[in-house]
Every structure is written in C-alpha cells, then in structure tokens.
T-cell receptor, first 113, second 114 residues
Framework: NAGVTQTPKFRILKIGQSMTLQCTQDMNHNYMYWYRQDPGMGLKLIYYSVGAGITDKGEVPNGYNVSRSTTEDFPLRLELAAPSQTSVYFC????????????FGSGTRLTVV | DAKTTQPPSMDCAEGRAANLPCNHSTISGNEYVYWYRQIHSQGPQYIIHGLKNNETNEMASLIITEDRKSSTLILPHATLRDTAVYYCIVRVARILEYGNKLVFGAGTILRVKS
C-alpha cells in the first residue's frame, strides 16, 4: 500500500516555464488536496477536490490549476512559473465521511530561477 | 474553524514525557481537535484526534479539558526521532461546504535532547 505518491521529488524551473506536479493515491479516498509550504512557514491550501470532476480553490490558488479526472490522480499545473512559486508542495488525501486523518505525500521541492 | 494557540517551541529530555499544550478557547461543540507533526523535510503525519473524550493510540495520548477550551498532546517516552513541528488543528466536519480541509498554523517546534 503506497499511500500518497508525489513526483517529482525535486525540480528546478526557469521563470516562465510550465510543469505538472503529479499526485496519486491508492486508498480510494474521495478528498484530495494540494498545499504549499514556504521556508519556515506553515502549510497553505492551494486547491482541493471532493471527488472526480469536482475541484475548488483554497487560500492561494493564483498561478495554479488542477484537474481530477479519476479518483486516484490529482495533478497540479503551474503555468508561467514565477520565483514566488518556489516552495515545497504537498499532496494529501482523506476518505469522505468526515473525521479521519489526512495522509500526506512526501512532497515536491520546486525552485524557480 | 476555531483558532488555536501553541507555544512556538519546547524542549524535552529523551525518555521523558513530552506535553504539548494547545489553546482553542473559541472551539464549537462540533469541532474536533487534531494533532499532526512534521519532521524536517517530510510531509505532515497524522497523530491523533478527539472530540470530547481523552484518546490514546500507539503514538500519543490526547487530553481535552472538560470545557474543551484547551488540550494537551502527550508523547509518553520521547525519542530523538520525535523532534518535529507539532500542529494543533481544530476543525469542523462540514463535508460538502469545506471539503474537510485542514488549516495549519505555525505549530510548536519540539526539540528532544539526549
């Protein structure tokens, strides 16, 4: 049981480039989330999804896009990368129905230069 | 969701109990208390949660005061590997409206020392 898998683990982008951060979970969780964590700071929610085909914005959605075509996958797209998007990105999931804890991936460390 | 207040940092001797406090004086009756931790450079890890009663699992114990305005996470025998940032989060399970999202504060840096 792999849990939440994120790829790549590290990436360096040039300003203006685009990329997709991949997130896959094998626990059949309905809810999935993308967070970013800047150095020395807490996590901030970018986007979330409550099921396939349903997504919504979190606290800091600007500069990002998401899609959820399957229960398993929740990719995060960066268009026109900017230095302000240098951060560590975490994907998480939890089952529908309320109170159970989230499972987080190991993160993608992105640097935009 | 209710706001939480945690001390910015704490130290604990290896092998001793680590007691991490959290104030959540504006908590509502249907809000749960969650604890997560984040070891350096890793994703956050779920520890425990509770509503009213004290809870215990293989990782920790959670003590919630009777008025639910504060709680304490207890790591009974802290090890060096427990050095991490510990987040106390209060959250209501309004599933359709908020998608169960967690809001992280600054947390408490726990340093376990030998």
């Amino acid at each position: 049981n792999a849990g939440v898998t994120q790829t790549p683990k590290f990436r360096i982008l040039k300003i203006g480039q685009s990329m997709t951060l991949q997130c896959t979970q094998d626990m059949n969780h309905n809810y999935m989330y993308w967070y970013r964590q800047d150095p020395g700071m807490g996590l901030k929610l970018i986007y979330y999804s409550v099921g396939a085909g349903i997504t919504d914005k979190g606290e800091v959605p600007n500069g990002y896009n998401v899609s959820r075509s399957t229960t398993e996958d929740f990719p995060l797209r960066l268009e026109l990368a900017a230095p302000s998007q240098t951060s560590v990105y975490f994907c998480a999931s939890n089952p529908a129905g309320g109170v159970k804890g989230y499972t987080f991936g190991s993160g993608t460390r992105l640097t935009v230069v | 969701d209710a706001k939480t207040t945690q001390p910015p940092s704490m130290d604990c001797a290896e092998g001793r109990a680590a007691n991490l406090p959290c104030n959540h004086s504006t908590i509502s009756g249907n809000e749960y208390v969650y604890w997560y931790r984040q070891i350096h450079s890793q994703g956050p890890q779920y520890i425990i949660h509770g509503l009213k009663n004290n809870e215990t699992n293989e990782m920790a114990s959670l003590i919630i005061t009777e008025d639910r305005k504060s709680s304490t996470l207890i790591l009974p025998h802290a090890t060096l590997r427990d050095t991490a940032v510990y987040y106390c989060i209060v959250r209501v399970a309004r599933i359709l409206e908020y998608g169960n999202k967690l809001v992280f504060g600054a947390g408490t840096i726990l340093r376990v020392k030998s």
